[in-house]
């Protein structure tokens, strides 16, 4: 529904769908006009192929693109006769094909755009809000044609894939690179950024639903006093402090995604387990709110040119780090040395790089006594709360131009939010100060 209703808002900003419907005649000449063109470009290519035909099974003579006519008077005259003869070469340059199949080119790609037009304007949700009105109008007119009845059923059970602007994919981005690679392809990724997109897995829905059925939610914590409080961080050992640098949701967001990238990182097993939900839903909106901060911060409530900075000093750095370390990827480095690696006192160190290897370690206390899969349920919950605190705004534009790119799921959230009444974000529960905890 709310996929639905986003649609809409597409609509609004970058179509003229909205516009069409405003009268009833409006979609009935827009289609029109749609299938005269494809008309007029189909004919154009039957003559098209006509004559292609001919040309090539009828004989008939190829004329080129360029003709060129040599005519040649020589004469001359005596005492007893006048001599006059004429002579004309014609020259030829060029094929006639190559004029006819860019043309025929350009008809058949102006017949799939009126086809995609004619297809967004019956398939479309306007389209069908349209039908739905009419019928309750004219509910016993309706009931009573078979075709009506058969219409709007047939409108209303399809679905066109091209008028799908929420995809179901989350960009994925990480500062630590999980498995680096020296093929082609991965190091021309280096020179151009290429993200990964992922179908949203159904447990990075149950995650995010969970907060929001929860009574206590009300609160809209931001996940880090809850983190702080099972890990017994105190006031000296907080890694998520202000006291320790982290001042904002960018610096809390990539602290936390340190760790957990960290904690991804396992020791090679003969036997290893497959990913549980919690692991799933944690490891994917961590790397999404990575994604966040290094690629759409105006999605979020910080500064964009310094979230972007942010990002990018960090990941420099952490190159930095693990080239010092004799690595040149955290998959050739167990945890330990990995941790080691970034929280070294070095200057090549960030200060952020630090508090996120502080953090696993923390981390792995917890899973040493409770077990691994209750450190991942606590980050699940770290991130769904998180990523919930971060996703009220009052920027409309920046949600609306994420739609025009096919969707972000901050954007999905924003509009649930907005209905359940939350229209902007606590400001008094994001400051990660010893007193929060």
Not at 62 to 86: A, K
Not at 389 to 418: C, F
Request: net charge positive; with cysteine; hydrophobic share 45%.
């Amino acid at each position: 529904m709310i996929a639905h209703e986003l649609s809409f808002l597409h609509d609004y900003y970058y179509s003229s769908l909205p516009t069409s419907y405003s009268s009833s005649w409006l979609p009935i000449l827009s289609i029109s006009i749609s299938l005269l063109t494809m008309g007029l470009s189909l004919l154009y290519l039957l003559l098209i192929t006509v004559v292609i035909l001919l040309y090539a099974f009828m004989g008939w003579p190829h004329h080129g693109q360029m003709q060129c006519f040599l005519n040649c008077h020589p004469s001359f005259q005596n005492e007893h006769e006048d001599f006059f003869y004429s002579s004309s070469n014609q020259i030829q340059y060029g094929n006639i094909f190559f004029d006819l199949a860019p043309v025929g080119l350009l008809a058949a790609l102006v017949v799939l755009s009126e086809v995609r037009e004619i297809a967004c304007y019956i398939f479309s949700n306007w389209t069908k809000v349209f039908l739905i009105c009419s019928y309750v109008r004219h509910a016993s007119s309706w009931q009573k044609s078979h075709w009506k009845k058969k219409m709007l059923s047939l409108v209303l059970r399809r679905k066109c894939k091209l008028l799908n602007h929420w995809v179901d994919k989350m960009n994925q981005c990480s500062v630590l690179a999980l498995h680096p690679s020296t093929t082609p392809v991965p190091l021309l990724g280096r020179l151009i950024p290429l993200l990964h997109r992922k179908k949203v897995p159904r447990a990075v829905k149950a995650a995010l639903l969970k907060p929001l059925r929860s009574p206590n939610w009300k609160n809209r914590s931001n996940g880090v006093a809850s983190l702080c409080t099972r890990l017994q961080l105190q006031a000296d050992n907080n890694p998520l402090s202000t006291s320790n640098g982290v001042k904002g949701v960018a610096d809390t967001m990539l602290v936390a995604h340190i760790a957990t990238s960290i904690l991804e990182v396992r020791t090679s097993e003969p036997l290893r387990q497959a990913d549980s939900a919690n692991e799933i839903a944690a490891t994917h909106l961590s790397r999404y709110c990575a994604y966040l901060v290094a690629y759409v911060p105006d999605l979020l409530p910080d500064n964009n040119e310094w979230c972007k900075s942010l990002y990018k000093g960090i990941k420099k750095k952490a190159k930095r780090a693990l080239a010092a370390s004799g690595n040149t990827g955290q998959a050739s480095l167990s945890p330990e040395a990995l941790v080691q690696a970034l929280s070294a006192g070095s200057e090549e160190a960030h200060d952020l790089l630090k508090n996120g290897a502080e953090l696993r370690k923390k981390l792995v206390e917890l899973a040493g006594n409770e077990g691994e899969e209750v450190a991942w349920e606590l980050l699940a919950e770290f991130w769904s709360e998180m990523i919930l605190y971060a996703a009220p705004s009052d920027n409309v534009a920046a949600h609306a131009e994420a739609i025009a790119r096919g969707g972000e799921l901050i954007t999905l959230l924003w509009a649930l939010l907005t209905h359940l009444g939350f229209i902007s974000r606590p400001e008094a529960a994001m400051p990660n100060t010893p007193g929060d905890v």
